[in-house]
């Protein structure tokens, strides 16, 4: 039997490097104990040293009761770090055949009912669970580094995964004060990487264009866009965008670009998150976030 998501008390990590051992220092921060592997030379000594630099920032942010950097074990092998798992996560270098086999080799040790979640940047998790003989509890739980402060986690399966297991991880994430976001199906690369990358391509034939050069889009991003994108998504923006009018006014005034079902998600969107506010208040809100955002990023030097 699944134990329950929101009782979770041990976890392990494979892998110790950036994202990894900072997932290590986030469970550790709620309170979880946590096991961690990883074969590198120095693995061990890095993954204390990324808890110690993070912690500072995790206790800002709000310790519960029972947070214990202390409450981390390393083991020299898969086996002995999986043994009594809860919750595995998966954080080994973005190489295919990698993940495979180290999920395969977890898989084979855990009881089924465990679930196992790879921080995979790209990979599709029917091709990670490919050698596994429980392929079905093996999913995506993709992060955003810095992995202990960013709260996005975006939770994929395959056509193989039972909708209970991407139900179980979706709250246990969120249990645990991320913010899971589920994909319908499996992509490549799934949703917030591909945006970056939209915004990558773009950028790169800018600069080939001879418009612009990288301090300017740099520029361009954390000093207009990425300040309203802090707090607001593109569909608050376009609603907001809209003026007193609002996503109505603005549709009317600029058209569509996109398909009608687009249009529709869009704007139940924008139903769904401001609702019935007026828009004198969501630009209370607005403004009062640029403010706050403003006044308290500090310069790189």
């Given at each position: 039997?699944?134990p329950?998501?929101?009782?979770?008390?041990?976890?392990?990590?494979?892998?110790?490097?950036?994202?990894?051992?900072?997932?290590?220092?986030?469970?550790?921060?709620?309170?979880?104990?946590?096991?961690?592997?990883d074969p590198?030379?120095?693995?061990?000594?890095?993954?204390?040293?990324?808890?110690?630099?993070?912690?500072?920032?995790?206790?800002?942010?709000?310790?519960?009761?029972?947070?214990?950097?202390?409450?981390v074990?390393?083991?020299?092998?898969?086996a002995e770090a999986?043994?009594g798992?809860?919750f595995?996560?998966?954080?080994?270098?973005?190489?295919?055949?990698?993940?495979?086999?180290l999920?395969a080799e977890?898989?084979?040790?855990?009881?089924?009912?465990?679930?196992?979640a790879?921080?995979?940047s790209?990979?599709?998790?029917?091709a990670?669970?490919?050698?596994?003989?429980?392929?079905?509890?093996?999913?995506v739980?993709?992060?955003?580094?810095?992995?202990h402060?960013?709260?996005?986690?975006?939770?994929?399966?395959s056509?193989a995964?039972p909708?209970?297991?991407?139900?179980?991880?979706?709250?246990?994430y969120a249990?645990?004060?991320?913010?899971?976001?589920?994909?319908?199906?499996?992509?490549?690369?799934?949703?917030?990487?591909?945006?970056?990358y939209?915004?990558?391509?773009?950028?790169?034939r800018?600069?080939?264009?001879?418009?612009?050069d990288?301090?300017?889009?740099d520029?361009?991003?954390?000093?207009?866009i990425?300040?309203?994108?802090?707090?607001m998504?593109?569909?608050i923006?376009?609603?907001?965008?809209?003026?007193?009018?609002?996503?109505?006014?603005?549709?009317?005034?600029?058209?569509w670009?996109?398909?009608?079902a687009?249009?529709?998600?869009l704007?139940?969107?924008?139903?769904?998150?401001?609702?019935?506010?007026?828009?004198?208040?969501?630009?209370?809100?607005?403004?009062?976030?640029?403010?706050?955002?403003?006044?308290?990023?500090?310069?790189?030097k």
């Amino acid at each position: 039997m699944r134990p329950d998501p929101q009782q979770i008390r041990h976890v392990a990590c494979i892998g110790a490097g950036t994202i990894g051992a900072g997932w290590a220092a986030y469970f550790l921060s709620r309170g979880l104990s946590v096991a961690v592997t990883d074969p590198g030379p120095g693995a061990e000594a890095l993954l204390h040293r990324i808890i110690d630099e993070s912690w500072s920032s995790l206790e800002v942010l709000g310790l519960p009761p029972g947070a214990d950097r202390g409450k981390v074990e390393f083991f020299p092998t898969v086996a002995e770090a999986v043994r009594g798992a809860e919750f595995v996560q998966e954080s080994a270098p973005d190489r295919l055949e990698l993940k495979t086999a180290l999920l395969a080799e977890v898989d084979a040790i855990l009881p089924p009912d465990i679930v196992i979640a790879s921080s995979t940047s790209t990979f599709l998790p029917s091709a990670l669970g490919a050698q596994c003989k429980h392929p079905g509890r093996i999913i995506v739980g993709h992060p955003f580094a810095p992995a202990h402060l960013l709260p996005l986690v975006e939770v994929v399966g395959s056509e193989a995964t039972p909708p209970e297991v991407l139900d179980w991880a979706f709250a246990f994430y969120a249990a645990l004060g991320k913010r899971p976001l589920r994909l319908k199906k499996e992509i490549q690369s799934f949703i917030a990487n591909r945006l970056q990358y939209a915004i990558q391509d773009e950028a790169n034939r800018l600069i080939d264009a001879g418009i612009c050069d990288y301090a300017d889009i740099d520029t361009a991003m954390t000093e207009g866009i990425g300040l309203r994108w802090a707090f607001m998504g593109p569909a608050i923006c376009a609603h907001l965008g809209g003026g007193k009018g609002g996503l109505k006014h603005r549709l009317e005034h600029l058209g569509w670009r996109g398909s009608d079902a687009t249009k529709a998600s869009l704007t139940a969107a924008v139903e769904a998150l401001a609702g019935a506010a007026p828009m004198d208040d969501l630009e209370r809100w607005r403004d009062a976030n640029l403010v706050a955002q403003r006044r308290a990023l500090k310069p790189m030097k």
